[in-house]
């Protein structure tokens, strides 16, 4: 149990398809964040938010639409993805003070078909 | 945006071998942190280090950070097959909750 949970762990869509990614934490962190891991390649930084404000978006495709409706929840929308948006979708929170790191969640395999 | 450089990028080593990587940044970091990612799962916190110079254990896990807070490395000690993994070093400012990655190394152990 990490403390950080991300639903659904697998998920295959179709390009025209719209599905949406979920984080869920009760950690007491106020900071959530997404990444993206492509094979053999690093973590992508996609979007912050911090005390439920978006403070980062690492000029992600706006087929890619992130929610935070409270410290406790953070969403990914997808929609009109392409193929080479197949990866692995990570989902942190950290508290917004104290350098304690990230704690993940287990991601989500998404694979556009 | 920023990486840190880790090397190696991946290593092949027989069960019972000691594993050494390190991380390097052009960035003085107040914070260096370890992680280690299991296949198809995010990664955990292995080991976090605060102050220039400190050297922690966590098991057969020894990571320092360094004296110019500029890199950190991580040793594993007697490696056994749950070892394999990616492994991430990562830095942080103090007072900003945001972290800056390194590329990873990606440990295999050979039969």
């Known amino acids: 149990e990490t403390g950080v949970t991300q639903t659904p762990r697998h998920l295959v869509m179709g390009m025209t398809n719209k599905k949406s990614l979920k984080c869920e934490q009760h950690l007491g962190h106020n900071a959530m964040y997404w990444y993206k891991q492509s094979a053999k390649k690093p973590l992508e930084l996609m979007f912050v938010?911090?005390?439920?404000?978006?403070?980062e978006n690492n000029s992600v495709p706006s087929r890619f639409s992130p929610e935070c409706p409270n410290s406790s929840h953070l969403f990914l929308h997808l929609h009109t993805l392409q193929p080479e948006d197949s990866a692995l979708y990570l989902c942190?929170?950290?508290?917004?003070?104290?350098?304690?790191?990230?704690?993940f969640g287990s991601g989500t395999r998404l694979t556009v078909v | 945006g920023q990486q840190l450089n880790q090397s190696p990028q991946s290593m092949f080593i027989q069960e019972g071998e000691d594993v050494s990587m390190n991380c390097t940044s052009s960035s003085i970091f107040n914070t260096w942190l370890w992680y280690k990612q299991d296949p198809g799962e995010g990664p955990v916190l292995l080991i976090a280090l605060y102050k220039a110079g400190e050297l922690t254990s966590n098991g057969r896990l020894t990571a320092q950070f360094g004296i110019t807070r500029k890199d950190s490395f991580l040793n594993i000690s007697a490696s056994i097959p749950s070892d394999v993994g990616i492994y991430f070093c990562a830095g942080q400012f103090f007072g900003n909750e945001k972290l800056t990655f390194g590329t990873g190394t990606r440990l295999t152990i050979i039969p």
């Open positions: 938010y911090s005390l439920e404000e978006r403070v």
């Open positions: 942190a929170s950290s508290p917004t003070r104290g350098n304690y790191g990230y704690t």
